[in-house]
């Protein structure tokens, strides 16, 4: 099992933006945005802040 994604450092696209937004709307938490989007929790926690979203906690 890999330890880091592929994806390290790449810009956010609009499509993930809205993806986001609409997932962190639903509820979902941290990790499962993160599967979700195939990006890491800390890139996933770092743009939540800049839209500054609201992320659920693990239930």
Do not use: C, N, P, V
Not at 21 to 43: N, Q
Not at 47 to 52: E, G, H, I, N, P
């Amino acid at each position: 099992m890999k330890d880091h994604f592929e994806r390290h450092k790449q810009t956010w696209t609009s499509e993930e933006i809205q993806k986001l937004h609409a997932f962190a709307k639903k509820g979902m938490t941290l990790k499962a945005i993160s599967k979700a989007l195939t990006r890491s929790e800390e890139s996933i926690r770092t743009r939540s802040k800049l839209d500054k979203l609201k992320i659920a906690k693990k239930r």
